[in-house]
Structures are given as structure tokens and as C-alpha cells.
């Protein structure tokens, strides 16, 4: 794709960033063309891109209201990522992130959401990486729905369930969640210890049952 100044592009583990300028560059006698970018969520953080490597980078479009509702829905879906130590947690989320795919990214959001109560907390890496995943979610998100950034945090909020939705948010495919992000986890534990709380009752009355049995054959 053809760029030109004043471009609106995403850029892997940044967010949404603006071409402020495209100029030529010798190297060792290499004439390249490059994109300087402006990261739009930062404080002037300036990126500098070579125009034929942007796909190889994963420099791309700002999503559309599909790609917008579809990151909304991943946010209000109650799925408890899989159990695995803080360590390999943390890195499959870096990992999602340095994708720049959106709807990775809110995954992460999601998952670091329903961590951040009083029963989990997460670690100091962890609520800054909750921070950077949904500063790169609000910054595409605003761009694409036409918004502030307050605004894009808002519905980011109202989808994970920590607002009530306010009348419009469906113009921006915004919408409740059947269940708050911060209640799944607390309940995936809850039905996992009733789970095996049953269990070891069955597993008890099947013994007591056969020394019962047992008993009655020996008389």
C-alpha cells in the first residue's frame, strides 16, 4: 500500500501512529525510502520505518467497525485463559502484543482484567503491561469509531463490565457483558472447588458403600 504524510497506520506493540514525514535515506551507497512515524498514545515517541519493510514490520490499516465489534465481543466473552505459571503467563502475553493484532491484544486486556481483584491482584508488570495493552486497544479504537481516547477507555470499560453502558454506546458496538470481567475468574474457581468438593464426597460414599457391602457378605 502507498502511505502519504499525514496517514493514520498501527504499529506492532505501539497502537495507532501518524506519518509525519517520508524522505530518502543513503546508506553504503543504498537509497531507501522511510517512514518517520509519531506513536499517538506516547509522548512524541518518533519511529522510524523503511517504506519496503512496513508489511515485514506489520505496519497496517486502522481497523474498521467490524474489527471494532469483534474486539468488543472478545472483551464481554468469560474465557479463563489456561492455567500455567506467572512466567509463562507473562510471556504469552508479550507475545500477543508484539503481534499488533487487535484482537489478541484484547485478549490480553481481557485476561489481565479478570486477574485485577482483590482475591489475584497482578504484578507490577502485569497492570503495566494491562496499561499498554488497553492504551493500544483505545488509541486504533478512537481512531477508527471517530472518538477521544476517554471516550474509547469508556467502552473498553463498559464492555469488560466496570461501567453501565450509556444510551449510543451500540453505535459503537458497545454493550454489557452477560458477566463483569473481574467476577469470571472468582467463578471458574468457585465451580472448580465445588467440582472437586463433589468428587471426594462420590469418591467417600462409594467406600463407605462397599465396607457396607462387604460387611453384609460376611455375615
Not at 473498553?156 to 461501567?163: A, I, P, S
Amino acid at each position: 500500500m502507498e502511505y502519504k504524510v499525514g496517514d493514520t497506520v498501527v504499529y506492532p506493540r505501539h497502537g495507532a501512529a501518524r506519518i509525519e514525514e517520508i524522505s530518502e535515506r543513503t546508506l553504503r551507497g543504498v537509497t531507501r525510502t522511510y517512514l518517520r512515524l509519531t506513536v499517538l498514545s506516547s509522548d512524541g515517541l518518533e519511529i522510524s520505518v523503511p517504506a519496503d519493510s512496513v508489511e515485514k514490520v506489520g505496519v497496517r490499516e486502522i481497523v474498521n467497525g467490524v474489527a471494532v465489534a469483534k474486539v468488543f465481543e472478545i472483551l464481554r466473552t468469560p474465557i479463563v485463559e489456561e492455567k500455567t505459571n506467572w512466567s509463562r503467563r507473562y510471556k504469552l502475553n508479550v507475545e500477543k502484543i508484539a503481534t499488533g493484532d487487535v484482537n489478541k491484544i484484547a485478549e490480553v486486556v481481557r485476561d489481565l482484567s479478570q486477574r485485577d481483584d482483590d482475591d489475584h491482584g497482578l504484578s507490577a508488570g502485569e497492570k503495566r503491561m494491562l496499561s499498554k495493552a488497553r492504551g493500544i486497544l483505545t488509541s486504533e479504537i478512537a481512531l477508527s469509531e471517530g472518538i477521544d481516547d476517554d471516550e474509547a477507555q469508556r467502552l473498553l470499560d463498559v464492555n469488560l463490565g466496570y461501567q453501565d453502558p450509556e444510551p449510543g454506546d451500540d453505535k459503537h458496538h458497545a454493550k454489557a457483558p452477560q458477566e463483569p470481567a473481574y467476577q469470571t475468574l472468582y467463578r471458574v474457581e468457585e465451580e472448580e472447588r465445588a467440582a472437586k468438593a463433589a468428587a471426594k464426597q462420590a469418591a467417600k460414599n462409594a467406600r463407605e458403600s462397599g465396607k457396607e457391602t462387604a460387611g453384609e457378605s460376611g455375615n
